[in-house]
């Protein structure tokens, strides 16, 4: 995780903080030699990588080359031709892109509401909670944690991951194919533009244990539920204009994306939830934090002392971090998670005890000892409402 300059965080000194899954990866991730494999569109049997011509002629009119595209080449950074705006994310499946070698190497970065109801909390920090250790998440996660999962995609610097969650959608009860993360997780901030092969793998691992006993199982055990790649993303105007690893630590507040999937390999019809086995709704009303008894944070961290390969959690009650008076004040627990769990849910109960997601895995220091989670309000609501409706129609 990149270290973040050491800025005087409103309320607090909070030095060294980092993002949990900021931008970029090592060369272990490089992407360049990737081969180009089947994608949607080309024709049983063919053995050139095509995209359905609609998508080329969209990144023909961004200056994309194609070929650089296919190749998976980074090294020629442009930012007038990278996709950044609400309605540029391009995302075609290149099948078997994400394959059984390609999943187990990849590694996260080295670096890093109803407004009277949360009117207490705004512009408050609370002192530093303790360090709450993270468990693993009992299995198989298809029964107990069913939906969260693995996010992998392609950045500028290599190949990354990060944690994200199956949630529900009022447009298509019990059938949603939406996904929430976080906005490092999907796009640059101010710098740069939308990531690419943007993949979901639902009940990662689904046995759970390490990444050596993860080699001796079947492909089938890494995607029990399939693989669902992005063909639509939205995340806060906020981030795209202002937010970014270094210094994007002041657009934490707005470290949210929602993104709609399809399979790889079809499904008969069957939506990601179905597949999945499960969902969790949304809640853009949470109350103040002092109305919160707990939250439990679920993810893949990948750093060490995790390998990445079993799902983790931490519960704690919340407390304030404010990164700016003018910013929602987002929520803090204690939390040993480190890199890859980015993304991944914050639930709390509703009273009638079931879980609801009010977060996501933003950021925290290095050593991980805490982890910080945006307050989803009118903002997150905006966006979430308007990809619902946008794929009412069709799935």
Known sequence: MRS???????AAALTAVLALTATGCGPEGDNADAKPTQAAGQEAGGGDFKIPQDIQDKLRE??????????????????????????????PIIKDFWDKDKI??????????????????QGKTDPEPSAVPAQAVKTPYTSTAPGVGLLLFS?????????????????????????????????????GGWYRNMMFV?????????AAELKGKPFEDRVPSGKWWADDMATSQQWI???????GVPMAPYDYALMHVKSE????????????????????????MAKIPSLTAQ??????????????????????????????????????????????????????????????????????RWSAGPHLGPEAKTLFDNMSKKWASKQ
């Not at 973040?4 to 409103?10: D, H, Q, S, Y």
Request: aromatic share 6%; proline share 9%; hydrophobic share 30%.
């Open 241 to 247: 204009k202002a937010g970014g690893a270094v210094p």
């Open 202 to 210: 639902p009940n990662f691992n689904k046995t759970g244990g390490s």
């Open 299 to 368: 993810g893949y961290p990948a750093e060490p002392p995790f390998d990445g390969a079993a799902q983790q959690q931490c519960t704690d009650k919340p407390t304030r971090l404010s990164m700016d008076a003018k910013k929602p004040t987002m929520y803090r627990i204690g939390c040993t998670m480190t890199g890859g769990s980015s993304g991944g849910p914050w639930f709390a109960k509703d009273a009638s005890g079931k879980q609801v997601l009010i977060s996501n895995m933003s950021m925290g220091p290095r050593p991980a």
């Open 265 to 288: 390999q079809g499904t008969g019809g069957k939506s990601l939830e179905e597949m999945a086995g499960g969902a969790y709704e949304v809640d853009f009303n949470a109350p103040a």
């Open 4 to 10: 973040i300059r050491r800025p005087v965080l409103a």
């Open 155 to 191: 950045t500028p610097e290599g190949d990354s991951r990060c944690s994200a969650t199956v949630v529900k959608d009022p447009a298509h009860p019990g059938k949603s194919n939406l996904v929430w993360t976080a906005a490092h997780c999907v796009h640059a901030g101010k710098n």
């Open 62 to 91: 961004h200056g994309v080359d194609l070929d650089k595209w296919k190749n998976g080449e980074w090294k020629n950074w442009d930012r007038d031709k990278w996709l950044r705006e609400a309605g540029e994310f391009i995302n």
């Open 104 to 121: 187990d190497k990849v590694k996260p970065p080295q670096d890093p509401s109803k407004p009277e109801d949360i009117s207490e909390d």
